[in-house]
């Protein structure tokens, strides 16, 4: 299977899993799947591709975020520490400056941020709030918080200026909305990476493959031209959102797109959907910017997901995105509570670093 997309072309491994042998051509270039063990997949690239210089992934990290911590909690920073050997790498990194109140107000209500810096304020240390069942806030989650959503627009930032980046953060974010925070999530890291970039360029896609539908996301840009936002989650399953029926209201009406997937999907129903359905959205969407949402929680032994991806198998969907999009990506850390998180983040930094 050869899929050819406007202004894009995306090819199919030679290992009869994807699909058919490519044509042979100049411009197809194996991509290895670094540490799968499997066949190469080919991509079909312009020339110019190669007058471009490498520019390892660029990590941004938020010191901070030891400061938003909850024993026993599947978000707690141990998340980050089970995750550290894959980060000390030599590659480039940047430390994290706090998202400023007017970076948060593009997406967040100010009514919301008062809340949730009351709230964080008034708990004293050791003390715990909830603004749900499982989301919970400490004297230091507003800091922690807003450090995250900086790390985040420090990683678009170096993506638009030519260097993929992983902000490699918590707490995360998709489920945080306008005026609420849910789901571990407080302020929307993503969404606070994407509407800084929208004072910059035209438009920005966000790919969210995070086990669970980005609700808080969706929410942000539904009514948006600008925003293609892009998920591919299980269903049914928390929090409820994400069918196929969603899809963007007013000038944003075609650029929301939900691929729900049942509980126990493996790499062969993530593939079709990004290579049927998510990347084809991406190409004719032409964005400046591919923010990705990037929560390794379908992993098969992740305690939370229920789905049945290996690590490497997220080395090859930051393939397939990193050759539809032509652009370096920046990745936005989500979920991810297993023991093979790491693995599976270091799987994805080998592609990034392998990034022309
Ligand atoms: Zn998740």
């Not at 490498?54 to 520490?81: F, Q, W, Y």
């Not at 998709?174 to 005026?179: E, I, T």
């Not at 004072?199 to 969706?218: C, E, K, L, M, Y």
Request: with cysteine.
């Amino acid at each position: 299977m050869l899929a050819v997309f406007h202004g894009c072309i995306c090819g199919a491994g030679k290992d009869g899993r994807f699909g058919a042998a490519l044509p042979d051509t100049p411009w197809s270039v194996p991509v290895l799947c670094a540490g799968t063990g499997r066949a190469p997949i080919f991509f079909i690239l312009p020339p110019c591709i190669f007058l471009y210089a490498m520019a390892p992934c660029t990590l941004v990290l938020n010191d901070l975020s030891v400061r938003h911590d909850l024993k026993g909690h599947p978000e707690s920073e141990l998340r980050i520490a089970k995750i550290g050997s894959a980060l000390s790498r030599g590659r480039p990194s940047l430390g994290a400056s706090p998202a400023t109140m007017d970076d948060l107000l593009r997406v967040h209500m100010p009514e919301y941020l008062s809340r949730l810096e009351d709230l964080s304020a008034r708990c004293r240390p050791g003390g715990v709030a909830f603004l749900d069942s499982d989301t919970y806030v400490v004297s230091g989650s507003w800091d922690a918080a807003r450090y995250a959503a900086g790390a985040s627009i420090a990683a678009a930032g170096e993506a638009l200026s030519g260097r993929p980046a992983f902000a490699v953060v918590r707490p995360p974010g998709h489920h945080a909305g306008p005026v609420y925070g849910m789901g571990f999530c407080l302020l929307n890291n993503v969404a606070v990476a994407a509407a800084w970039s929208l004072s910059r360029v035209s438009q920005v896609a966000i790919i969210d493959w995070d086990v669970h539908h980005g609700n808080g996301t969706q929410a942000m840009f539904y009514d948006s031209d600008r925003v293609l936002y892009c998920s591919v989650h299980r269903s049914p399953f928390y929090p409820g959102t994400g069918s196929r029926e969603e899809t963007g209201s007013g000038a944003g009406e075609g650029c929301t797109v939900n691929v729900p997937l049942p509980a126990g999907s493996g790499s062969d129903a993530y593939l079709r959907a990004f290579q049927e359905e998510i990347l084809p959205a991406v190409c004719s969407f032409d964005p400046d910017l591919i923010l990705i949402s990037a929560g390794q929680d379908p992993l098969a032994d992740d305690p939370l997901g229920g789905m049945n991806l290996e690590p490497g198998d997220f080395g090859v969907l930051t393939e397939l995105v990193c050759s539809a999009a032509r652009k370096p990506p920046a990745l936005v850390l989500e979920g991810g509570y297993g023991p093979s998180h790491g693995e599976a983040v270091m799987e994805i930094l080998r592609v990034l670093d392998q990034w022309e």
